[in-house]
């Protein structure tokens, strides 16, 4: 699995726009990028995946350049209850008979302030 | 209606005793998860279970098993229990498709151990 990298920290107000930029310098031809939001005290929540170019649904945006060796998970208009760890985390497809044992790093800690 | 539950939320014992933490599904998904979340929020997966096959991350002692008496319940055993394995332990489900890195995890089960 390709190791990730991500600012350990965040700070942003409410309104902004907050990017969140992953390295991912090893990953491999097969594999996907995926992020998860974690809140305090809950389990992680799946927000998006992609494989390249450009993803969006209705809470976030992510973004994929040619070289795929980062990744940017956008967030619009942040508010106060999008504080919390961000994820991201690359894997293997197709998954294996057994599912996927998702690797998680470190996070980045976003505190979104009024 | 909630998606992955988990019993009990906190749960507080001794060293040496034998502790089960329960999960169900109600969501129809194929796979189910394991994973544990330390002091220090690294998440990391314990088991993948499905009815085809267990998958066990080699760092986790034997002393944890995971039972599944049917495809919507798999409870996590653990024996012997030891200070280290004071954690926040979440349970996870998935349909395992191709390209789809999507989990669902339970709200978690805070274990201390004394």
């Known amino acids: 699995l390709a190791k990730t990298t991500q600012p350990i920290s965040m700070d942003s107000y409410e309104g902004q726009e907050v990017n969140i930029t992953c390295s991912h310098n090893?990953?491999?031809?097969?594999?996907?990028i995926t992020w998860y939001q974690q809140f305090p005290s809950q389990g992680p929540r799946f927000i998006i995946q992609?494989?390249?170019t450009k993803v969006t649904n209705e809470v976030a945006s992510l973004f994929i350049p040619a070289d795929r060796k980062s990744s940017t998970l956008s967030l619009p208009r942040v508010s106060l209850s999008d504080t919390a760890v961000y994820y991201c985390?690359?894997?293997?497809?197709?998954?294996?008979?057994?599912?996927?044992?998702?690797?998680f790093g470190g996070g980045t800690r976003l505190m979104v302030k009024p | 209606d909630t998606a992955v539950s988990q019993t009990p939320k906190y749960l507080v014992t001794q060293m040496g005793n034998d502790k089960s933490i329960k999960c169900e599904q109600n969501?129809?998904?194929?796979?189910m998860y394991w994973y544990k979340q330390d002091s220090k929020k690294f998440l990391k997966i314990m088991f993948s279970?499905?009815?085809?096959?267990?998958?066990i991350n080699e760092t986790v002692p034997n002393r944890f098993s995971p039972k599944s008496p049917d495809k919507a319940h798999l409870n996590l055993h653990i024996n012997s229990l030891e200070l280290g394995d004071s954690a926040v332990y979440f349970c996870?489900?998935?349909?395992?498709?191709?390209?789809?890195?999507?989990?669902?995890f339970g709200p978690g089960t805070r274990l201390t151990v004394t």
């Open positions: 996870a489900s998935s349909q395992v498709r191709t390209n789809s890195y999507e989990q669902y």
């Open positions: 090893n990953i491999a031809t097969n594999d996907y």
């Open positions: 992609g494989y390249k």
């Open positions: 985390l690359v894997g293997d497809n197709p998954p294996r008979g057994a599912g996927n044992m998702l690797t």
């Open positions: 969501l129809g998904h194929d796979t």
């Open positions: 279970y499905n009815n085809k096959e267990l998958i």
